[in-house]
């Protein structure tokens, strides 16, 4: 069956400007999560969906903002781009919240100059 | 969510076994204990998970000590696609609040 797919996989935004970043989940996957990797930082948690509500936020400022559809896709959005939004973003889909496995996409590679 | 340690790298030769090592002391009675990797330019990829018992699947066994302190992930045969940066991550089994990466071992395979 078809994976996490996540668009575009490349990106590059000027400071100041807002982005969308588009996750397709695995088709019967409900719960869908967003991460920024870093170099300096590593992999750190955003957000979660479950059934188009927010579970979960990990600890970003309200520019970086997410939302889920009825049919489980999801997006983050960031607004006022910052240099240090520079990363790559994934996503993860679940079948169910809580202890079963995630499935990651390849993620987006964003760019802020 | 409670702290794991791994060891920054470890190195190992194609063919041989390899145990990566994971501490958890302060793992509580409902944490479950994942493992991830993450191969060069891909998202990290689920391995394994368990919460008491020993558990082995397709791609690795899964050791964890009696007092659940400590754990081990075990690949029978390494090769060099299993070179990648492994995540111990412990997560509460009604948990919502995604998964909390640490710094992981980076898995060096010799041929």
């Known amino acids: 069956k078809a994976g996490v797919t996540q668009t575009p996989r490349y990106l590059i935004k000027t400071r100041g400007q807002q982005v969308t970043l588009s996750c397709s989940p695995i088709?019967?996957?409900?719960?869908v999560s967003w991460y920024q990797q870093t170099p300096g930082q590593g992999l750190q948690f955003l957000f979660e969906?479950?059934?188009?509500?927010?579970?979960n936020k990990g600890n970003f400022p309200g520019r970086f903002s997410g939302r889920q559809f009825s049919n489980s896709r999801s997006e983050m959005n960031v607004s006022t781009l910052e240099l240090g939004d520079s990363a790559l973003y994934l996503c993860?889909?679940?079948?169910?919240?809580?202890?079963?496995?995630?499935?990651f996409g390849s993620g987006t590679r964003l760019t802020v100059v | 969510d409670a702290k794991t340690t791994q060891p920054n790298s470890m190195e190992s030769n194609e063919e041989e076994p390899v145990h990566l090592p994971c501490n958890h002391s302060?793992?509580?009675?409902?944490?479950?204990i994942h493992w991830y990797r993450q191969l060069p330019s891909q998202g990290p990829e689920y391995v394994i998970h368990?919460?008491?018992s020993n558990v082995n699947n397709r791609m690795a066994s899964l050791a964890i000590a009696e007092d659940r302190k400590s754990s081990t992930l075990i690949l029978h045969r390494a090769t060099l696609r299993d070179a990648a940066v492994y995540y111990c991550?412990?997560?509460?089994?009604?948990?919502?609040?995604?998964?909390?990466f640490g710094k992981g071992t980076h898995l060096i395979i010799q041929p």
């Open positions: 993860a889909s679940s079948a169910r919240q809580g202890f079963y496995g995630y499935t």
């Open positions: 088709s019967g996957h409900r719960s």
């Open positions: 969906y479950f059934s188009e509500t927010q579970r």
């Open positions: 302060t793992i509580s009675g409902t944490d479950y």
């Open positions: 368990g919460l008491t």
């Open positions: 991550i412990l997560r509460d089994g009604g948990g919502a609040d995604g998964l909390t």
